[in-house]
């Protein structure tokens, strides 16, 4: 019997017969466009789709184009994108500050007011459903060389144990060895000093002055407002006991590089009425913050840079959604900023090392379970490339009950070149955890994007080779991971490089949006101006190429710890596995909110019944997806379940 090659096969071979002709004659410039042609038309076949998923982008009007730099999933199946500034000093002079929010099912776009700059601010999922966003940015980096005004940090002192006093902003300290003056922008409030007595015989010692910390800078610019050494400040303004007991003491005012400044405000984002609702401040500014959930629905804010541009001296505080207020901890811990702090099983916390980016090379970058209650750390040993955590990603693998993580590339502090292509594993469940490596990625990657799936495996995505893709290093691939089998797999390339300020967001129905991108540079010599990457993506896997998928309806919208729901299922009788999906809240490759846990199932007349563990640190109060898989793996869309 002679073989008939089919019509497909037919084009196929024609396809790359004409490539083959048109480069013969042609010659390289061709051979390029027959190349990207058929690259074309592989990527949408259906098998290839079915097997690798497929990439598209997403149609935004371009009056609702931003600078994405913070996504994240609300209970109502939207996805509120952040902007603020979006990292362009023009928009943040003129007050221009950004929030999109885009609904995939209808896929409209709303814009939304914001009311400060939330740009680098922290955010995450709050057990009402309403999203807390707390810090962001008050004044933009200053290079050396743009700086015309001395400055720095002040530390006022207030030696009176009877009353705290605020300085207004424009209050002048005036140097009494230097004579030179510098002014504040700002308000600052000096707490009153504290009356420090003897143990054993209650007999007065002295009083501990009342600190406060403000930046100032000189009146007029000019090197010669440069100083070099400590000298204690006057404050002209003051008169009497004020005078007597408030002072400055600054070490060096000078030109040097003056850091982002962060900012206290914080607000709750309401899915329902689509606005943001103003709480009270954090007790301190913060810029780049972790905001992460406690057992208790309370939320913990730890680093960030301040309002005079450094690092948060580990006064880390918490937020209680009843009282909209902010108190601290009473205890320090120092970590870099967006350091990446999961809640664990037992309450504590899990620090993987990852972290974007600010703050020492050898203070808080050891990773550890630490106990809030009594601010224990618990370092754990084994990280491989453990001086390349900055720009990680940190993901607590599927099923949350089992506690593992995985810490997935990572760079060298700072504007390092150096990047890991390591994946490190670690089961805090063991009596004493330690890391092992994973399988690697195909590069050294900066900022890869990590989205916990519904079928139980993880899609990392994007990153760079170098600081924020530096000669042309971004990497367009994406993979996914099976914990199961502890392998990635290939899938289909994305059609933009992402580096900095980008992320990842599950949908409700499966897909993955990914947006943002910051290149330093948009050529490979490093020779002109980087521009950010508006356009978003949206990633369809393998799994929504299949024939069907299991569907849910009729159920309960809450759902108890401990409690079961029960919901209506034509395909009941292949359903395998049901879990609960806390959405996102994304930055900076940072999002402690997701996890994905493991419902007990059973199987009903009509449907099944899913049980929610009564765990109350492994599922916190709020909004989850709740999501069923079939016995080829394939995920139901979401239905959206409470847990109070």
């Keep these: ?353 990852s972290n974007a980016g600010y703050g020492p090379a050898d203070v808080g970058r050891e990773p550890g379970i630490w106990n809030i209650d009594n601010n224990n750390f618990k370092k754990i040993p084994g990280m491989s490339d453990p001086d390349q955590l900055e720009t990680s990603a940190s993901v607590m693998l599927p099923p949350a009950q089992d506690q593992k993580f995985m810490v997935i590339g990572g760079g060298g502090v700072g504007e390092s070149e150096k990047s890991s292509e390591k994946t490190r594993l670690v089961d805090t469940k063991m009596p004493n955890p330690a890391f092992k490596d994973g399988p690697s990625l195909d590069k050294g990657t900066r900022y890869p994007s990590a989205s916990l799936m519904p079928d139980d495996t993880v899609l990392v995505t994007g990153g760079s080779e170098d600081y924020r893709g530096r000669s042309d290093s971004n990497i367009r691939e994406a993979r996914t991971y099976d914990p199961k089998s502890n392998q990635f797999k290939r899938l289909a390339d994305p059609n933009v490089g992402r580096n900095y300020h980008s992320g990842s967001v599950l949908l409700p129905d499966g897909r993955v949006m990914i947006a943002g991108s910051d290149s330093l540079y948009s050529d490979k010599a490093n020779t002109r101006p980087g521009v950010f990457e508006q356009r978003i993506e949206i990633y369809t896997p393998p799994y929504l190429y299949r024939d069907s998928r299991p569907k849910l309806t009729d159920g309960p919208k809450k759902i108890a710890r401990g409690g079961s729901g029960t919901f209506k299922s034509q395909h009941a009788s292949s359903i395998k596995t049901a879990k609960l999906m806390r959405p996102s809240s994304v930055t900076h490759m940072t999002d402690m909110d997701q996890r994905s846990i493991a419902l007990d199932v059973k199987k009903t007349a009509d449907g099944i019944t899913v049980t929610v563990p009564a765990n109350r640190a492994l599922v916190p109060s709020g909004s989850y997806m709740l999501f069923v898989t079939d016995d080829q793996g394939t995920p139901s869309e979401a239905v959206w379940v409470e847990v109070p």
């Excluded at 200053?142 to 002192?157: N, P, Q």
């Excluded at 057992?295 to 959604?321: C, F, H, M, R, W």
Aim: net charge positive; hydrophobic share 35%.
């Design 1 to 353: 019997m002679s073989f008939r090659p089919s019509r497909r096969a037919k084009r196929l071979s024609i396809t790359a017969a004409v490539v083959v002709a048109l480069a013969a004659f042609n010659g390289p410039a061709l051979y390029r466009f027959g190349s990207e042609q058929y690259h074309e038309y592989k990527i949408n076949r259906p098998e290839y789709k079915a097997e690798n998923g497929h990439w598209d982008f997403l149609d935004v009007p371009t009056d609702k184009k931003i600078n994405t730099i913070h996504s994240a999933l609300l209970n109502t199946g939207k996805v509120l994108m952040i902007a603020g500034s979006g990292n362009n000093q023009k928009n943040f002079d003129a007050k221009k500050f950004e929030s999109i929010l885009w609904d995939p099912k209808a896929n409209t776009f709303k814009k939304i007011p914001t009311p400060k700059d939330m740009f680098c601010s922290g955010h995450t999922q709050l057990p009402d459903g309403k999203l807390l966003v707390a810090g962001g940015t008050k004044q933009y980096e200053k290079l050396e060389g743009d700086v015309t005004k001395a400055g720095g940090l002040m530390v006022v002192h207030n030696e009176n144990p009877d009353k705290p006093i605020t300085l207004p902003a424009g209050t002048v300290f005036t140097g009494k060895k230097n004579g030179k003056s510098y002014v504040t922008k700002d308000p600052v409030l000096v707490e009153k000093a504290k009356k420090v007595f003897d143990k054993n015989t209650g007999r007065f010692l002295r009083n501990d002055p009342g600190l406060g910390r403000i930046y100032v800078e000189a009146k007029q610019t000019g090197k010669q407002y440069e100083t070099g050494a400590q000298d204690n400040y006057a404050i002209p303004s003051l008169t009497g006991v004020d005078a007597r007991n408030t002072y400055g003491v600054a070490e060096k005012l000078a030109l040097d590089k003056k850091d982002f400044q962060g900012i206290r405000e914080a607000y709750e984002f309401d899915p329902v009425s689509e606005k943001y609702i103003t709480v009270d401040p954090m007790n301190e500014a913060r810029w780049y913050p972790s905001l992460t959930t406690l057992k208790d629905g309370k939320v913990l804010a730890t680093s960030g840079l301040d309002d005079i541009g450094q690092i948060v001296p580990g006064k880390d505080e918490i937020y209680n959604p009843k009282t909209k207020t902010w108190k601290y901890t009473g205890f320090e811990r120092r970590l870099p900023t967006y350091p990446s702090l999961f809640l664990l099983d037992d309450g504590k916390l899990f620090y993987s090392g």
